[in-house]
């Protein structure tokens, strides 16, 4: 069960990570594609299916999140939040210069994510 979930996870993950950077390419070359409803929806069903099958992960493993038990857990979901707000700026922002710097920073947080996903750990 766990194997299972797990893989679904990380598919739902990569999923989300190419979603979100074939996305900012459209928007970035202003293809006309970039306004597909498809395109629009389907992440955040996708997302709905990560968010979930995360907190099923939670509740098989016992890594509670905001506990001494798993404060990786708490950071990865600090900049699981921080990822979502500098992604949604960089789909939305009019400024080429702020669309950029907030697309550095959500691959910045997406680092940090993984990098806490993998080691479970907080340091360096």
């Known amino acids: 069960m766990y194997l299972t979930l797990?893989?679904?996870?990380?598919?739902?993950?990569l999923l989300?990570?190419?979603?979100f950077l074939f996305r900012f390419t459209l928007i970035c070359r202003q293809s006309p594609l970039a306004a597909n409803p498809v395109l629009?929806?389907?992440?955040?069903?996708?997302?709905?299916?990560?968010l979930t099958s995360g907190m099923a992960l939670i509740g098989?493993?016992?890594?509670?999140?905001?506990?001494?038990a798993a404060p990786w857990l708490s950071v990865k979901l600090f900049a699981v939040v921080a990822y979502i707000m500098c992604g949604a700026f960089a789909l939305k922002a009019r400024h080429t210069g702020?669309?950029?710097?907030?697309?550095?920073?959500?691959?910045?947080?997406?680092?940090?994510?993984?990098?806490?996903?993998?080691s479970k750990h907080l340091g360096g």
């Open 16 to 19: 989300s990570i190419s979603l």
């Open 98 to 118: 702020l669309r950029w710097l907030s697309f550095a920073g959500a691959l910045g947080w997406l680092a940090l994510i993984v990098k806490l996903a993998v």
């Open 60 to 68: 098989l493993t016992g890594f509670t999140p905001f506990t001494s």
């Open 6 to 13: 797990k893989t679904f996870h990380v598919l739902t993950v």
């Open 40 to 50: 629009k929806i389907a992440p955040h069903v996708n997302d709905t299916l990560l």
